[in-house]
């Protein structure tokens, strides 16, 4: 039977009080149709998960209390980075939501030379903390206990200049390269993967990520969507060496 378990930021420990918001209230009378005395799971997005019970509901308030804590062992040992060309609307929830489910510890929205979106800050600032709040609902219902940390979108050339020096096995998915994903060899400590919009990357963006330490890797023969590329690529790699397959060998 699944449980219904819901994100709340934290700190708290067995025995807090958690009122909710009119959303989540709702949520859980209306929707769920829960009554007092039920019981669901909270956890923080860090690691820590609980039994909650609950203690008060409304048409537009709740409150939760907090019991025992629980073990929960959901996430991969590998560690994913996506760097997700940023598509129109639907499809780029899609990929978060996605990527989120299958373990992906950061995503990395980025504005590319063939991207159709364009941001200002603001409105920047405004679609990271939907694609957080996306993340977070994929976290609900997958199992996780850890959100992935979505950063605020960014120029694909400025990330190149500011990405992180940590990454030892860095891809970019590009339509017709010889190298095929399967056979890449296992990385040290994580994978960075790039994927492009839907109208894919210039030859620039192909010749910074060379630059940058990209190998260019294909899913083979056909071209897929931005999204499908996003689901595909990261199946295999945890498939390779995640929680979908043998994993990382120590």
Not at 220 to 231: D, K, N, Q
Request: net charge neutral; charged share 25%.
């Amino acid at each position: 039977m699944h449980r219904t378990r819901l994100h709340i930021a934290g700190p708290y420990t067995t025995g807090t009080l958690l009122p909710l918001d009119a959303e989540r209230s709702r949520y859980l009378g209306r929707v769920l149709r829960m009554h007092i005395g039920d019981d669901l799971r909270v956890f923080d997005g860090e690691g820590s998960e609980y039994a909650a019970t609950i203690a008060e509901l409304q048409k537009s308030s709740a409150t939760l209390e907090v019991g025992n804590k629980q073990s929960t062992e959901t996430e991969s040992s590998l560690r994913l980075h996506l760097v997700q060309g940023i598509s129109r609307g639907e499809r780029m929830d899609f990929a978060v939501q996605k990527a989120t489910e299958l373990g992906v510890k950061r995503i990395t929205p980025v504005l590319t030379e063939y991207g159709v979106v364009k941001l200002d800050e603001a409105r920047a600032a405004k679609r990271r903390d939907h694609w957080q709040k996306v993340a977070a609902s994929a976290c609900e219902q997958s199992g996780r206990t850890r959100l992935p940390l979505v950063d605020t979108p960014i120029t694909l050339k400025k990330w190149f200049g500011d990405q992180p020096a940590e990454t030892d096995k860095q891809l970019i998915l590009k339509p017709g390269a010889k190298a095929l994903m399967s056979g890449v060899g296992a990385p040290n400590t994580k994978v960075c993967l790039l994927i492009g919009p839907e109208g894919g990357f210039s030859e620039i963006e192909y010749e910074d990520a060379e630059c940058a330490g990209f190998q260019a890797v294909s899913l083979g023969p056909r071209v897929l969507r931005t999204e499908t590329a996003a689901i595909a690529a990261l199946a295999i790699l945890q498939s390779l060496w995640g929680d979908l397959g043998a994993g990382i060998q120590a």
